[in-house]
């Protein structure tokens, strides 16, 4: 016992020599000496972090911000965070600061480069090299080994996506110190064989807003379970959705993907924190077969080397499996992936800011959940798996300092890795570029078209502006294109697979075939493009589709047109989303919406056309929104109703902004005008005087309607929501002296009131529980679907049993393809089957892309229902219609509703006559 304890303490000391000869430089003891206190336990930090060199006139993040990085209850704001990376540009010839946009709230957006003293110097020069590699066109293996020789991959990491998660942006400033300053030979390495570049935080407003919440809240904060919520917004819309916005309809990561494009790092790391103590991520089952092989090695060859080191440096906790998989293309690192690159990405245990705090493993909550959840992900942290050799402790004392450690250590391994593998790196991403244009010259499907002449451009050049975006190429047909599959005409648009971004294409415009339905899937299961657009977009077997001529589109824009002459202009529904537009856009015109087709002289006019005096300004007008017109000698003799845009609010709850977001930026997206409000509105009453419409987008989940009505649960003390001089982020897009309690049951009854005095209360997705439960539609029930339903975002036929009814005004076919939006299962009796507009036949034929087990439990059930309640109607929507800006073709039901609210008919007397599809006892 003795001899070997004493050999274990040479040991100690001969590694800690060995750290020390690794660095020559002095060192800063007081970093050593707070780092050593703040980190909990000894195994909770490596000899790479574990000290700070000292460089000579290059600051270091405490000299600018006047404290370590993961010091107790310090984080910084982005401003701060500039400053030091600015700072540390001026001060060194290895940094440099490059401009990459501003936010929806004008706040820069800025990536930090680091690399040796030339590289950066000659950083453009890189920049070519990978963008050469990337797009390998007309270079063979020698060119291409030529260029790989010269080369250095960017390894780009990204931090502060999601704004609780509040250490990666603090870790970084570190990072990047070290990685300017210490001259230890991984650190010469890394900086002569690697380019690091570092999103400084990815989402800046949102990281602002919840420092100032932190700062407000959450620093007395003690226990793990202490009751405050998170601040009501991150970003202008959403939250975690910045991680889900597969069309990039967000400002601020539309800026990430195009400087992505322009550099094009072969290697993207983004930094989360939900799991303990570091989850990183393996690619594993469901992938989708369409990305490279080679990415699927890549994958655990970063994540195994890395848990070998941490391993090796006793760190408890490191595991790289059953969590995240590689189905969905949506996350946003997986702009590398979906370029040819490689997405790598972490999860660390945070606190939700920075102060250290008493967990337990063992008990549910945050990243606590002692067993797997029923997607098999999470749970288990303390115990043993194949993929985590060393579980993390029951309970600890956890600090942002051990935080910091974990992922700082993680990435140096990655970088080391990196460093040693670089030409291996660079190789695979010139064969993945090249394999991705070969894939598409030699294997099925060889390219997709989309048939000019479709009753609505605009939700074509919506699919092919966002393939532009993700920069891929499509073309417009010069000629009549003579395929196998089929003839379309000149100008049809044409995506070849022969490129190197074609697989992406496929990814998004395929049908989704899941690879086996005994796995979950950590996001949707589905996303095709062309069916949630409710657009034409054929998939091409004929290999003929390569040689098709075409001009290049930069941005495809529709131009509208009004065809002939006369006073009364008629505006077609063809399911134009920018029809609402139209209306709000011209407010004062007074428009009229005719209610069944009607053909005047050559023009079919189909119901729902809008007919409104002639003028230069409307046709201006409809010609910008890509909408269609004829002008006439006089009104049609058809039946018609006046449109008054009704004064529509949406409510929101303070806990759950999201899925309100998302409906937000569509209607912003379209012109249509509202008030946000929130409880505090709802129970000052007097709602039929100030509202027409009152719409409640998705939310509560499946937990049902009670969420909604009580939203965050009072603790006692009021929780504020407001600008103060100190808090400049708090109080935008809405305030509240106390965010708890929700609209109660006083909000009920005026919601109540609202509609008998004749308002239009529109429910969404989840929310659809609400009017049910609490009774506002007494005949109308929701159910919830079994234990064995797994519906993570399929898309399904839904069927149309009302077709003359205004909301479907632009709607043609009998069925159409609808995201699945998990809502309630709603249940009406036979006697009220009249109410029911739109249902789902429930069959396995009716499921379209993506995963569904249980169809059969939706069979029958209402996805729209009308319910005339008092003297006005609750319209409850079981499906979602404006899902995270992807189901772009059933936001045309949400637009009607909104211009025909006045003009909603009775409901029919009798059935519909095709309601049968297993209506049953529903
Ligand atoms: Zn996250």
């Known amino acids: 016992m003795k001899v070997s304890r004493a050999v274990a303490a040479s040991l100690m000391a001969l590694g800690a020599a060995i750290a020390l000869a690794q660095s020559t430089q002095p060192q800063d003891e007081e970093f050593a000496r707070l780092v050593k206190e703040w980190t909990t336990r000894p195994e909770f930090t490596s000899p790479l972090v574990d000290h700070l060199p000292k460089a000579a006139g290059v600051p270091s993040p405490k000299d600018v911000l ?174 975690h959705d910045n991680n889900r916005d597969i069309n990039f309809s967000q400002v601020t990561m539309r800026n990430w993907l195009k400087f992505y494009l322009e550099w094009h790092p072969p290697i993207m790391h983004d930094l989360h924190e939900s799991q303990p103590l570091l989850y990183t991520f393996s690619g594993q089952a469901p992938q989708n077969p369409t990305l490279d092989p080679i990415l699927y090695a890549e994958l655990p060859w970063f994540s195994n080397f890395e848990m070998s080191k941490m391993l090796g440096y006793g760190m408890p906790g490191v595991w790289d499996h059953a969590y995240v998989d590689m189905w969905s293309p949506g996350y946003l690192g997986f702009m590398s992936s979906n370029h040819n690159g490689m997405l790598r990405m972490y999860e660390t245990f945070g606190n939700g800011g920075a102060n250290t705090i008493k967990r337990n493993l063992d008990r549910g909550g945050e990243g606590g959940a002692a067993a797997p959840d029923a997607a098999g992900r999470g ?237 230069a300004r409307l046709k201006s007008e409809i010609e910008k929104l890509g909408l269609r017109a004829v002008a006439l000698a006089a009104q049609p003799d058809v039946a018609r109703h006046a449109v008054a845009l009704p004064r529509l609010a949406v409510f929101s709850n303070w806990s759950g902004t999201q899925d309100v977001g998302w409906v937000r930026y569509a209607l912003d997206h379209f012109e249509v005008n509202y008030d946000l409000i929130y409880k505090e509105r709802i129970r000052q009453g007097g709602l039929k005087a100030s509202y027409d419409v009152i719409l409640i987008p998705s939310q509560g989940g499946r937990g049902g309607a009670k969420s909604l009505v009580f939203d965050i649960e009072p603790k006692g003390k009021p929780i504020a929501y407001d600008k103060t001089p100190q808090f400049k982020s708090l109080g935008i897009y809405g305030e509240s002296p106390d965010i708890t309690g929700g609209m109660g049951l006083p909000g009920v009854l005026e919601l109540d009131k609202f509609v008998q005095q004749g308002g239009v209360l529109v429910t969404l997705g989840a929310a659809s529980y609400f009017p049910p439960e609490f009774g506002l539609t007494r005949t109308v029930d929701a159910a919830r679907p079994s234990s064995q339903f797994y519906a993570p975002g399929p898309i399904v036929e839904a069927e149309i049993l009302r077709p003359s009814h205004p909301i479907f005004y632009g709607y043609t076919d009998k069925t159409i393809p609808i995201r699945y939006a998990g809502g309630p299962l709603l249940r009406v009796p036979q006697d009220d089957r009249r109410l029911v507009l739109m249902q789902y036949p429930g069959t396995e034929k009716s499921v379209l892309s993506g995963l569904f087990k249980g169809v059969a439990e939706i069979r029958g059930h209402p996805a729209i229902v009308d319910v005339p309640t008092g003297q006005g109607r609750v319209l409850l929507f079981a499906t979602n219609p404006a899902y995270r800006w992807q189901n772009l073709g059933e936001f045309g039901m949400l637009a009607n509703t909104i211009l025909h609210w006045s003009s909603l008919p009775k409901p029919e007397a009798a059935a519909p006559a095709h309601q049968a599809t297993g209506a049953g006892e529903q």
């Not at 000659?122 to 066109?137: N, Q, S, V």
């Not at 091409?540 to 824009?557: E, M, R």
């Open 379 to 615: 749970g288990g942290m303390t115990a043993r798996e194949w993929y985590r050799p060393v579980p993390a402790p029951h309970q600890l004392l956890w600090s942002m300092r051990n935080n910091t450690n974990y992922m700082e250590t993680g990435v140096l391994s990655a970088l080391e890795l990196t460093s040693n593998f670089s030409k291996t790196v660079l190789e695979n991403f010139y064969k993945k570029s090249r394999n991705s244009i070969e894939s598409g010259r030699n294997e099925a499907p060889f390219g997709y078209v989309l048939p000019a002449g479709q009753r609505d451009m605009t939700r074509v050049a919506f699919i092919v502006n966002i393939l532009r975006l993700q920069g891929i190429e499509v073309g417009r047909a010069t000629a009549a294109v003579k395929l196998k599959d089929g003839t379309f005409p000149a100008g049809s648009l044409v995506v070849k697979r022969d490129q190197p971004y074609g697989r992406l294409a496929k990814i998004l415009l395929e049908t989704q075939k899941y690879p086996d339905a005994s796995l979950r899937t950590y996001d949707d299961a589905a996303w095709t493009m062309g069916l949630m657009s409710h657009a034409d977009v054929r998939e091409i077997g004929d290999k003929a589709i390569l040689d098709v001529p075409v001009t290049p589109v930069n941005t495809l824009q529709i131009a509208g047109e009004v065809k002939g002459d006369g006073p009364v202009t008629a505006i077609l529904e063809n399911g134009a989303n920018s029809l609402v537009t139209l209306v709000y856009r011209l407010k004062d015109v007074k428009f009229e919406a005719i209610e069944q087709p009607v053909t005047v002289g050559d023009a079919d006019l189909p119901s729902g056309s809008l007919l409104a005096p002639s003028s």
């Open 66 to 239: 006047g404290y370590y990085v993961g010091a107790p209850k310090k984080l910084t704001y982005t401003a701060d965070i500039y400053r030091y990376y600015r700072a540390l540009a001026a001060a060194s010839k290895r940094v440099r600061v490059l401009p990459a946009g501003r936010t929806d709230e004008g706040r820069e957006q800025i990536v930090v480069a680091i690399g040796d003293e030339d590289t950066i110097r000659d950083l453009d020069t890189y920049k070519g090299y990978l963008a050469r590699l990337a797009d390998p066109r007309g270079l063979d293996d020698d060119g291409a080994h030529r260029v790989i020789a010269q080369a250095k991959p960017i390894y780009f990491l990204m931090g502060g996506l999601h704004s609780s998660e509040t250490g990666p942006p603090e870790m970084l400033m570190e990072l990047a110190y070290r990685l300017a300053v210490d001259s230890s030979p991984l650190f010469e390495q890394i900086r002569r064989n690697v380019i690091v570049m570092i999103i400084a935080t990815a989402e800046p407003d949102g990281r602002d807003r919840y420092v100032d919440w932190y700062y407000r809240y959450k620093t007395t904060q003690e226990a793990e379970n202490d009751g405050i919520p998170g601040p009501p917004y991150w970003g202008k819309y959403i939250y």
